[in-house]
């Protein structure tokens, strides 16, 4: 038994209270907010028509023109103030009140700094943010303990509103707060993303309920806990088949446009040293881009069931991590330090502990092969197909291996499998 896990059963039972973990929703955030208070209306303002301003190529421009005047003299700040409303002035996130303030606040945000950067695509990209945008962007993520890019936690678990609030938690009833370019794949690829960690939660509480069943013991109720992992486990998959099998979302509108928004600056050809943060740092800094390895799901499913995956995989998933809220990380760490399920199972002897642990992993192997076929749709044979139209690529572009990379800039598919295989072989052979 490892170490880490030796005192902890004087602690007290595990639960999700205490990591800003919803009942209802998982790792979702119930019920964002859909507006700042009116102080942060120039942000909402170039946030709600932030399509349409990418697509004109006039984002950069609006922020351009404002980050000029801040370096202008007093007087000049003074005689744009009342002309330049409908641009980005800078604000101080001091005024935000509370968590959900802070989680809008964040992704408007982001939404507008992914913008600013890949307007004019991975050809030409900005490299320097300037400070009206970067200084608040990097002081609402540090009171979060996010790192100042576009992550997982703003994209979808921020991202989602009911049309009807009383109407149920499915994608006809659903709709994104801030939006890139790409329409409806755009609303689709967010949307059922959020159902897929929607479809999680029994799986979240069924870690909780084994965990405790564990520590009591309860065979009966750990039996059942497994039962519910493994159909959850099952259900996100049927979720993430809306991403194609009811074709949500367009693969090449995924790949030329959606995919650029979520890259980021460390591991991409297109910023090899990163993005300036103006009035932050006098050097690039370098974040990776977002990906479903910042999903806090998988993390603890893996954590709980005893997987353990490859050097190199496995310090690309703790790296994304540092890219969760903190207390949902910090719900990983405590499922990790918990009496050890595998080493439960090998002792116990039972047959039918064995048999339902050995299903949840079958299914998690089952979604994760149903996850490569998806990236391999709208990221391998998509790049393919752009690379032979050539659409909108000038000369030398194809060389860069953005079609083998994901937006975390991991060598996508070779870390999707290994993450696959390594699952696959945690299962457990019954005693001869």
């Known amino acids: 038994?490892?170490?880490?896990?030796?005192?902890?059963?004087?602690?007290?039972?595990?639960?999700?209270?205490?990591?800003?973990?919803?009942?209802?929703?998982?790792?979702?955030?119930?019920?964002?907010?859909?507006?700042?208070?009116?102080?942060?209306?120039?942000?909402?303002?170039?946030?709600?028509?932030?399509p349409q301003l990418i697509e004109s190529h006039q984002l950069q421009a609006q922020v351009d023109k404002i980050a000029a005047a801040l370096t202008a003299s007093p007087l000049f700040q003074l005689s744009l103030c009342g002309l330049l409303l409908d641009q980005?002035?800078?604000?101080?996130?001091?005024?935000?009140?509370?968590?959900?303030?802070?989680?809008?606040?964040?992704?408007?945000?982001?939404?507008?700094?992914?913008?600013?950067?890949?307007?004019?695509?991975?050809?030409?990209?900005?490299?320097?943010?300037?400070?009206?945008?970067?200084?608040?962007?990097?002081?609402?993520?540090?009171?979060?303990?996010?790192?100042?890019i576009l992550v997982h936690s703003d994209m979808v678990l921020t991202n989602w509103t009911k049309k009807n609030p009383q109407g149920p938690l499915e994608i006809g009833n659903l709709e994104t707060i801030i939006a890139f370019p790409g329409g409806e794949s755009l609303r689709g690829f967010i949307l059922v993303t959020a159902l897929v960690e929607k479809a999680a939660v029994p799986g979240i509480k069924a870690v909780v309920q084994a965990v405790n069943a564990i520590l009591q013991p309860s065979q009966d109720a750990l039996l059942q806990a497994l039962q519910d992992l493994s159909l959850s486990i099952q259900d996100m998959t049927r979720a993430l088949g809306q991403m194609h099998g009811l074709d949500y979302v367009d693969p090449d509108i995924f790949y030329a446009v959606i995919r650029v928004f979520l890259s980021g600056w460390k591991d991409n050809p297109a910023m090899p040293t990163g993005l300036k943060y103006e009035g932050v740092s006098e050097e690039p800094l370098q974040y990776s881009g977002g990906s479903a390895a910042q999903s806090t799901v998988l993390h603890v499913f893996d954590e709980f069931l005893g997987v353990r995956h490859g050097k190199e995989s496995a310090d690309f998933l703790h790296r994304m991590r540092d890219y969760m809220p903190p207390s949902h990380k910090a719900f990983i760490e405590e499922v990790r330090a918990a009496p050890a399920l595998r080493d439960f199972i090998l002792s116990s002897g039972h047959d039918h502990f064995l048999a339902a642990y050995n299903r949840c992993l079958e299914v998690l192997v089952e979604l994760r092969s149903y996850h490569i076929t998806i990236v391999t749709k709208y990221l391998i044979t998509a790049a393919a197909r752009a690379k032979g139209r050539r659409l909108n690529q000038p000369p030398g572009l194809a060389e860069l291996p953005q079609a083998c990379r994901g937006t975390g800039g991991t060598a996508v598919l070779t870390f999707l499998k290994s993450v696959r295989d390594k699952t696959l072989e945690t299962i457990l052979h019954p005693r001869g």
């Open 88 to 148: 980005m002035p800078l604000l101080d996130c001091q005024l935000l009140k509370g968590y959900r303030e802070q989680r809008l606040a964040r992704l408007v945000l982001s939404f507008i700094a992914m913008g600013y950067v890949w307007q004019e695509g991975e050809t030409q990209p900005r490299e320097v943010l300037p400070r009206n945008l970067a200084m608040p962007f990097v002081e609402v993520s540090r009171m979060l303990g996010l790192p100042p």
């Open 1 to 50: 038994m490892e170490p880490h896990r030796q005192d902890w059963k004087i602690a007290t039972a595990l639960s999700l209270g205490r990591y800003h973990i919803s009942e209802d929703y998982g790792f979702l955030l119930p019920n964002p907010l859909k507006e700042l208070p009116d102080h942060y209306r120039p942000w909402m303002e170039i946030a709600k028509k932030l």
